[in-house]
């Protein structure tokens, strides 16, 4: 049934079971006017009778259209309470931020690296370059040819690597080149060392031969080589 306020003309739409069988009192959720409500189908609206105390609102005061109805809203309406937002995903939000962490890892350990190198390289255990390593070669032989009884000629050379620093320092295996007289590379070898760190001040021997090198060489040139220890 319809129900409308006699003050200020608002209607309501209830159910017949609100009012019952022998009607009631009811009050405009709008302006408050209260009024004695017939059953549904009563001819006339009795004036005579006793108004009782009001009773509660029986409709509500109609509803707003919500904000988040319209067409443009990204919003779940199976959220748990308004406002509706976008459900998130806290497995997605974990991997963002792994990712993010594992980014700037990358980053601070290349500035490390950059920066201060040659430190960074002999903490991790790591082999320099020949640029890069603070060994030298110190007490080189002078290259020695011989020959065998065999008819082959035997060729040695040998020398030290000083550690001429403060810390221990990693050792890279040495590349030993032959060139002729006009600096042209003839031949050349890689010389592993017996051992793959030195410490501080200290020095190791090397010792290498080859048999029937280039009879054009004439001078020996010495490098530090970024090859990894073992290869």
Known sequence: ????????????????????????????????????????????????????????????D????????????????????????????????WTIAAITAGVLMLVATGVLMFTNLPN?????????????????????????RRDLPNGSELFAIGGQVNNPTGQRQSVPDIRAELRDASDRLVYSWTIKPDQRTIAPGGSLNFDSAKLDVPTSSRSVKLSFTAASPGN
């Not at 739409?13 to 022998?22: H, I, K, T």
């Not at 976008?86 to 939000?93: E, G, I, K, S, V």
Request: proline content about 15%.
């Open 120 to 144: 960074v390289a002999t903490m991790l255990g790591l082999p320099l370059g020949g640029g890069d390593t603070p060994l030298k070669f110190v007490n080189l032989k002078k290259p020695d």
């Open 1 to 60: 049934m319809i129900l409308e306020c006699g003050q200020c003309h608002t209607r309501y739409l209830v159910p017949d079971s609100a009012v019952g069988a022998e009607g009631r009192t009811v009050r405009c959720a709008n302006c408050k006017h209260s009024w004695f409500q017939p059953p549904a189908g009563a001819p006339t609206l009795d004036l005579d009778r006793p108004v009782a105390a009001p009773a509660p609102v029986v409709a509500p």
């Open 62 to 93: 109609p509803e707003p259209a919500p904000a988040y109805a319209g067409a443009d809203h990204d919003y779940d309406a199976f959220a748990h309470e308004p406002p509706f937002r976008p459900r998130r995903n806290p497995a997605r939000r």
